[in-house]
């Protein structure tokens, strides 16, 4: 039996879905993915997402945010366009937003900046919030924590972090997003553990696609040049978490789809 499964985080704007982007959606219906949630991390790819959102109502749902790599490109131009497209009846939260000092593509000042300016339209707006964080928990945690009390629902997307990281997060009511990563037996290893913290009413899933391919997905995927993730692919990370929870899988999908339901707003399908 295949569950339904939404995907809360997958970029299906990015160039390499645009020559088989019907495909992908059927492969993903197969595969149980019944929803997805397309994420907008930059003005392009942002207006792109709310643009699939718009052609596949109840199916896409989008974000709408400028990711910390693009920071340097924030204006209160580009932030009041974010406000426009936040309104649309298929743009689900603000986001990808957040700090990222692993690759610092933007200076870390305007990171902040960027941040706090995304934060500040959530409050506004009364969106969830979908971010990004590698290598900047302090920082970051200071600055959600500054504004959380007037936030609605959070998620910390594509969790890789340390369980002190996780305890903070949770600690202020954060919902968690779960990615390929768990799939990895090296680099995610100490995930295999962290996951079993996550409330249940706090847990997400996601493929980040077209980025973390599981290592466990078939071997066709592993081997094609590109190693393209696809919301197909979400099946293998929900194995790996109800392997690590020690939870049924069937359960497991249940309760993510009810929580990413209930996290974005979005009615379940008729």
């Given at each position: 039996?295949?569950?339904?499964?939404?995907?809360?985080?997958?970029n299906?704007?990015?160039?390499?879905?645009?020559?088989?982007f019907?495909?992908?959606?059927?492969?993903?219906?197969?595969?149980g993915?019944?929803?997805?949630?397309v994420?907008?991390s930059?003005?392009?790819?942002a207006?792109?997402?709310?643009?699939?959102a718009?052609?596949?109502?109840?199916?896409?749902?989008?974000?709408?945010?400028l990711?910390?790599?693009?920071?340097?490109?924030?204006?209160?131009?580009?932030?009041?366009?974010?406000?426009?497209?936040?309104?649309?009846p298929?743009?689900?939260?603000?986001?990808?937003?957040?700090?990222?000092?692993?690759?610092?593509?933007?200076?870390?000042?305007?990171?902040?900046?960027?941040?706090?300016?995304?934060?500040?339209?959530?409050?506004d707006?009364?969106?969830?919030?979908?971010?990004?964080?590698?290598?900047?928990?302090?920082?970051f945690?200071a600055?959600?924590?500054?504004?959380?009390?007037?936030?609605?629902?959070?998620?910390?997307?594509?969790?890789?972090?340390?369980?002190?990281?996780?305890?903070?997060?949770?600690?202020?009511?954060?919902?968690?997003?779960?990615t390929?990563?768990?799939?990895?037996?090296r680099?995610?290893?100490?995930?295999?553990?962290?996951?079993?913290?996550?409330?249940d009413?706090?847990?997400?899933?996601e493929t980040?696609?077209?980025?973390l391919?599981?290592?466990?997905?078939?071997?066709?995927?592993?081997?094609?040049?590109?190693?393209?993730n696809?919301?197909?692919?979400?099946?293998?990370?929900l194995?790996?978490?109800?392997?690590?929870?020690?939870?049924?899988?069937i359960?497991?999908?249940?309760?993510?789809?009810?929580?990413?339901?209930?996290?974005?707003?979005i009615?379940?399908?008729?």
């Amino acid at each position: 039996m295949t569950p339904e499964l939404i995907d809360i985080g997958a970029n299906l704007a990015h160039e390499s879905f645009a020559a088989d982007f019907d495909a992908v959606l059927e492969r993903a219906a197969a595969a149980g993915v019944s929803t997805l949630v397309v994420t907008g991390s930059s003005a392009e790819s942002a207006e792109h997402a709310a643009e699939l959102a718009a052609r596949h109502p109840g199916r896409l749902y989008a974000t709408a945010g400028l990711h910390p790599h693009h920071a340097s490109d924030w204006t209160p131009a580009l932030g009041r366009r974010f406000r426009e497209l936040a309104l649309l009846p298929g743009v689900v939260s603000l986001g990808e937003c957040g700090l990222d000092y692993f690759r610092d593509f933007s200076p870390r000042a305007d990171q902040r900046e960027a941040f706090a300016a995304q934060l500040e339209i959530a409050v506004d707006l009364g969106l969830p919030v979908f971010l990004h964080q590698r290598d900047a928990h302090a920082d970051f945690f200071a600055l959600l924590r500054e504004y959380r009390g007037k936030l609605g629902a959070v998620v910390v997307h594509c969790f890789t972090d340390t369980a002190e990281a996780l305890a903070d997060y949770l600690a202020i009511d954060c919902h968690i997003g779960i990615t390929g990563w768990i799939c990895d037996e090296r680099r995610g290893r100490h995930l295999i553990e962290a996951v079993k913290l996550i409330p249940d009413d706090r847990l997400l899933i996601e493929t980040d696609a077209p980025y973390l391919l599981p290592r466990t997905a078939p071997k066709s995927a592993q081997k094609s040049a590109h190693r393209r993730n696809e919301p197909c692919y979400l099946p293998y990370v929900l194995d790996a978490i109800a392997d690590a929870r020690g939870q049924d899988r069937i359960e497991l999908a249940q309760l993510t789809t009810r929580n990413a339901r209930r996290f974005f707003g979005i009615e379940a399908r008729q």
